[in-house]
């Protein structure tokens, strides 16, 4: 079965500082790793995925398949950053089914 | 980019009464589209993998007969809660895959909020 686990529910960081945000999966196969945001009062939207190796707002994410990990990280976060996080497994037998994780709200204070 | 639009986006009931969502892919067919319900401060749990012209999958512990499910064209996929009771009530959320840059992506409706009295 697979999994994915974002052990922190809440992230509170001052403006400009750095912010990483965990995700670790389990999954028996070559998984596509995905972040997705959800501004206040917004729909779910792709943030990035781990195949196109991609910086969208700052933000990068590494695929580690030693440690079946996708962390998020931003150098310096921003007030704007303020949102859920979701990381997300799709892959193998599941098709395109995408499995998430528990989310974790970001809170960027100034 | 591809959009989904999701209608309506807050349905009060009476319990014992049915209610139909709709999922709409706007700019892009979606041979596959997918259901989810979110209760609140929680994540979103997948109910169904919806197929153009065939039945819907559905996950573990979801009963069909309560959630059904239609797909009956490529831009339009429709969820009927069925007998609706206080319990159904929570955040419905679908998205529609689109297939770019060789990945299959979701893109997400912007949800509706079913409250059943």
């Known amino acids: 079965a697979q999994r994915v686990t974002q052990p922190e529910k809440l992230l509170s960081v001052f403006k400009g500082a750095p912010v990483e945000l965990k995700c670790n999966y389990s999954?028996?196969?070559?998984?596509?790793l995905f972040w997705y945001v959800q501004y206040s009062r917004q729909r779910l939207q792709l943030l990035l995925r781990?195949?196109s190796r991609e910086s969208i707002k700052g933000f990068t994410a590494d695929l580690n398949k030693g440690e079946t990990s996708f962390h998020l990280k931003k150098p310096f976060a921003q007030e704007e950053d303020s949102a859920m996080y979701y990381c997300?497994?799709?892959?193998?037998?599941?098709?395109?089914?995408?499995?998430f994780g528990g989310g974790t709200r970001v809170l960027v204070k100034p | 980019g591809a959009v989904v639009s999701q209608h309506p986006s807050r349905v009060i009931c009476k319990s014992g009464t049915s209610v139909k969502i709709e999922c709409r892919s706007l700019?892009?067919?979606?041979?596959?589209m997918f259901w989810y319900r979110q209760f609140p401060k929680q994540s979103l749990m997948l109910m169904a993998t919806?197929?153009?012209?065939?039945?819907?999958?559905?996950e573990q512990g979801v009963e069909k007969d309560k959630f059904l499910i239609n797909h009956a064209s490529l831009t339009l996929s429709t969820l009927t809660v069925t007998s609706a009771h206080p319990e159904d009530s929570s955040f419905y959320i679908c998205?529609?895959?689109?297939?770019?840059?060789?990945?299959?992506?979701?893109?997400f409706g912007a949800g509706t909020r079913l409250s059943v009295l």
């Open positions: 999954y028996s196969g070559s998984p596509e």
């Open positions: 997300a497994l799709s892959g193998g037998t599941a098709g395109n089914k995408l499995t």
């Open positions: 781990h195949i």
């Open positions: 700019d892009f067919q979606a041979t596959t």
């Open positions: 998205s529609a895959s689109h297939r770019a840059q060789g990945l299959n992506i979701q893109y």
């Open positions: 919806s197929n153009e012209g065939s039945k819907a999958t559905y």
